[in-house]
């Protein structure tokens, strides 16, 4: 089976570029989470959606950053203007309802801002 | 404010020497503490679930405990492929979609 699928692996831009970063999740799992992970520090929740809808997204800086998910499958997750702080890595996560804490991960799209 | 915190930060052990690693959390309730890996350009991988003080599981060489306070995740006699940054995890009790709150990790380097 395959695991949670995200593109780009690797993406470089320059400030106030937008970016865009999409992911699929295991198949059948209806949950669907971005994270942030900072170098030496652990994943931090930007938002999470059930199916279609996006049940929480207080982490998530709203005046730049966006999210969607379409037919409650895959999803994007966009950045404009980027910034030089929002050089981290961005990790996608899926679960299947009911399974607390079990969380299964992408390898992550790391962005570098110049 | 939720919180967890991990120690050490960083772990070197040769092959063979066993050791723990430390997980302290604050939370208003515990739903439940999960331990995962992560090794270098990857995300992280699920290892274990612990729902109450008491509450102990085991995988291979690993073993995660749980207290009031804090978990351990102790390793017997590690192998080189141990080696990989462990995270740590909190779901609140009143948390009921998933939502972690993850400590900074601790990088376990074990040499041959």
């Known amino acids: 089976e395959a695991g949670v699928v995200q593109s780009p692996r690797y993406k470089i831009i320059e400030k106030k570029q937008p970016v865009a970063f999409w992911c699929n999740p295991i198949s059948g799992h209806n949950t669907l989470y971005w994270y942030l992970q900072n170098l030496g520090q652990g994943p931090e929740l930007l938002i999470r959606?059930?199916?279609?809808?996006?049940?929480?997204d207080s982490q998530l800086p709203k005046d730049r950053f966006s999210a969607e998910r379409l037919k409650g499958v895959d999803s994007t997750l966009k950045i404009q203007p980027a910034e030089l702080g929002d050089s981290a890595v961005y990790l996608c996560a899926s679960s299947q309802g009911g399974v607390a804490g079990e969380l299964f991960f992408g390898e992550g799209s790391r962005l570098t801002v110049l | 404010e939720d919180q967890v915190t991990q120690s050490p930060e960083a772990l070197r052990l040769q092959e063979g020497e066993s050791s723990s690693l430390n997980c302290s959390y604050t939370v208003s309730g515990l739903r439940g503490l999960f331990w995962y890996r992560q090794d270098p350009g990857k995300g992280p991988e699920f290892l274990f679930t612990?729902?109450?003080a008491g509450e102990e599981k085991e995988k291979e060489r690993l073993k995660a405990t749980l207290t009031k306070k804090e978990s351990f995740l102790h390793i017997t006699a590690p192998k080189p492929e141990d080696s990989a940054t462990y995270l740590c995890?909190?779901?609140?009790?009143?948390?009921?979609?998933?939502?972690?709150?993850f400590g900074q990790g601790t990088e376990l380097s074990v040499k041959p």
């Open positions: 612990l729902y109450s």
């Open positions: 995890a909190v779901q609140e009790v009143n948390n009921q979609g998933g939502k972690l709150i």
């Open positions: 959606y059930e199916n279609e809808e996006a049940v929480d």
